[in-house]
């Protein structure tokens, strides 16, 4: 028989310390199997705690398993491996610390939405309501809250053509997310996926994780090569028809037909990608593929880019053949999308804040955009080309210089300015000049001239110098 | 070369209108390739519009692909094929009146959580603050916000006794997506996995999804037969130690130990899968297997029974073995919950709430948890045995009676109480008595007493009768 002092600390209560301390006399082995513990009452008076306290320390130890108490006996250690945490303790350290880089005082990021013009006081006037809903303390509606999709089907229709039933849509958190789990549904009737090159690397990481080879549809910077379609294996083709990523085109109407037909002859479907089609400058957003044949069309979108990529919601719309079977497979999954921020969302729609914010957002983008394409054609003339300036949330910049992509990032991040590759999106057709990605949602007038006036100085390529 | 009247309506814009009619006469075959249209200052002669107006339509039209300029000539029909949506229109009727069934009145549902007590004011708060962040406004860090993730660390070592950094936690939108995806990077290394029986629905399926076969790992009201461990092919184990679903045990230090031994026995890896150990009644709730041997075991927690299953928000703690490879193989995807509710609750947590709220929470529910044992035990006696009645937000009922589940769920249908079955998570090894589950977590204690009544009326079973 043992007899424990312990000190005392403030910070928990004593039953836990005085559990902790046996426990680790076990643990360490200072404690043996079968070594017989104090009494009760005999604890309580050696540590000068009531009873209670060690009675509460022990039904802890026993309800574990370290100890046993055996009746009128008292308590006893159990038998014990010595199987604990012993190992990997150095990798519990603080990692390295990492090289700092240089400051960046300018980020021409392409993933990140507005701040100033964010409508704070409506969403979370709605998002505050949607907290006192019963439906929010529960598992939601697991391919989506209904609220959320009546809006979604008036939305899809007025803004996109799309004529589509509740029913038919599934609600995700994001693009990367709904692909997975839509390709758990594809890949056994398809072994291979049509993507654009250049394209969208979340699309075809996707599918990879699902086994699908890719076959790549090259498209160039005036649109798809879509008379290669015929000569290739797969019937299952991704795009992104309304604003391509990351050239930003668009295709025609002829186009879309080219691809449906394409579809029906090879009895498959088309993923439609439509990410950002609410930021049409020039024109009227085009009416989306699922618009001309919603049997032949998955299509998918998403509030990323049009309201805030942090509140990860999404939506596809399946086709009546596949609809089944993905409520099938995926019967037991909760959905993946906040309920709080769905409810939201539909609240906002049908208060018709969702169509005030995206007419204002597209004014305050197309003034963006103009400015950040001025800004570019004052300070490098010829030396460029811009791509895709009609819509969307960034340009391409396609420079007529000796310089890799690599140096040009290099020589902007000196003078505090972050500018993207555009190279990891080519799959085989890699041009032969650098381009650029250039985003500007988030910046302010004064921060997009002041970026271009740092890169002019980075790349020593001022349209002076013609 | 035709002459256009439209009547207008007063909802759109005049422009959208001509655009919408050219591009019906066109679709229709009204209007043929090659067809020559009015010029823009007749057409808005005719149509007593601005000639701004009809630009604007005719731009729209020629963006699309549907007409074409041809400079002083004027503008004409594209050549189109008649792909346009004609199908599946039927499908687009709404579907039939469903049968309405009997209303329930008092819903013993598991998945839900106590609103009465949540911290609105607290929570409207942090999350009125997070959306001041600009953090809120860009993609979030790809596996989970450094703020939560910082928070997490320290919870999971004060309250589950795992030590980890803020590296290795991947921020998820619940467990049946990061089973999903975890079981991407497993599947190369393990063809099988070891599931409870009974156990968790989700889980099964998420294996399943990826190809894995399913082992069954025989779970008795005692604990599982961790005997039989030894006879199995598979070297992966998915299990719930601290509350077994559906049972409800919890396993011991012992127990822990063996499968610990067994997995570095057989080199594979256990999945812990901790969703509810926050709420245990009679003792502390019991340290994390993980905390034992971090190197072998895959940890998930999540906030969707602690706190609120709406927002989507769960986390797994992984291997160092496992996370180079997780974080090389979804490098291009973005996180999956959303990063509003990850920043509110990492400064909730910060801010000493959340161990305030899990303090409430756990009096709360274990007052009702003692309530409905204690109302049970009055209406049935003998008649029944209580299963899991230590933790957890939910009892399994067994009833000692000829009945079938489906017979005893239906009579408690028609007096409005809805109960659960238990017979979907067993895989094998059905028990001969009926066992039903019964959630209390969103019930008053007035739900809670009524509802048994009416199942003692239901099920004709009351003490009495022994």
Chains 1, 2 share one sequence.
């Not at 990997?88 to 392409?110: G, Y």
């Not at 899809?156 to 990367?176: F, H, Y």
């Not at 668009?250 to 498959?268: E, F, L, N, P």
């Not at 409810?343 to 204002?360: D, Q, V």
């Amino acid at each position: 028989m043992h007899d424990f002092i312990f000190p005392f600390s403030n910070e928990e209560p004593k039953y836990k310390q005085i559990y902790q301390q046996l426990k680790a006399l076990i643990e360490q082995g200072n404690l043996q199997s079968n070594d017989s513990l104090p009494s009760i009452r005999r604890l309580a008076e050696t540590l000068q705690v009531s009873r209670n306290t060690t009675l509460t320390a022990y039904e802890q130890l026993v309800a574990e398993g370290y100890i046993r108490g055996e009746g009128r006996k008292g308590y006893f250690v159990n038998v014990l491996e010595q199987v604990f945490l012993k190992e990997e303790e150095t990798s519990l350290l603080p990692s390295n610390v990492k090289q700092v880089p240089p400051a960046i005082e300018i980020d021409f990021r392409a993933g990140a939405v507005d701040q100033a013009h964010f409508p704070l006081k409506a969403w979370r006037q709605f998002a505050n309501r949607a907290l006192q809903l019963e439906e929010s303390f529960v598992y939601g509606e697991p391919f989506g809250e209904p609220l959320l999709k009546e809006q979604l089907v008036q939305y899809l229709l007025q803004a996109r053509g799309v004529k589509c039933e509740a029913d038919n849509i599934i609600v995700g958190s994001g693009t990367q997310q709904m692909l997975l789990y839509l390709g758990f549904i594809l890949k056994h009737d398809f072994a291979s996926v049509i993507v654009e090159d250049p394209g969208y690397l979340g699309a075809r990481q996707s599918f990879k994780l699902n086994g699908f080879e890719l076959e790549a549809l090259p498209v160039l910077e005036q649109g798809a090569q879509l008379q290669l379609l015929s000569e290739m294996q797969s019937r299952l083709l991704y795009v992104t028809p309304s604003h391509h990523f990351p050239y930003g085109v668009t295709m025609s109407i002829q186009q879309r037909q080219i691809i449906i037909q394409w579809a029906k002859t090879v009895d498959g479907y088309i993923i439609e990608d439509d990410y950002d089609s609410e930021f049409r400058y020039a024109q009227q957003p085009f009416p989306a593929l699922a618009s001309i044949d919603h049997s032949r069309v998955i299509y998918i979108g998403t509030f990323s880019k049009s309201f805030l990529p942090g509140i990860r919601l999404s939506y596809m719309v399946l086709p009546k053949s596949l609809l089944h079977r993905y409520k099938e497979q995926f019967s037991e999954f909760e959905h993946n999308a906040s309920s709080l921020h769905q409810l939201t969302m539909a609240a906002f729609m049908k208060n018709g804040e969702w169509t005030r914010h995206i007419k204002r957002m597209r004014l305050i983008y197309k003034q963006k955009m103009n400015y950040l394409v001025e800004q570019l054609q004052q300070q490098f003339g010829a030396n460029i080309t811009i791509l895709g300036e009609h819509s969307g949330l960034y340009v391409l910049v396609k420079l007529h210089v000796q310089q890799t992509e690599e140096q040009l990032i290099q020589s902007a991040e000196k003078y505090g300015v972050k500018v993207y590759p555009t190279s990891p999106y080519f799959l085989e057709h890699l041009t032969a000049e650098p381009i650029l990605q250039l985003g500007f949602s988030k910046l302010e007038m004064e921060d997009i001239k002041d970026g271009v006036q740092q890169l002019a100085k980075a790349w020593q390529l001022s349209s002076i110098n013609k």
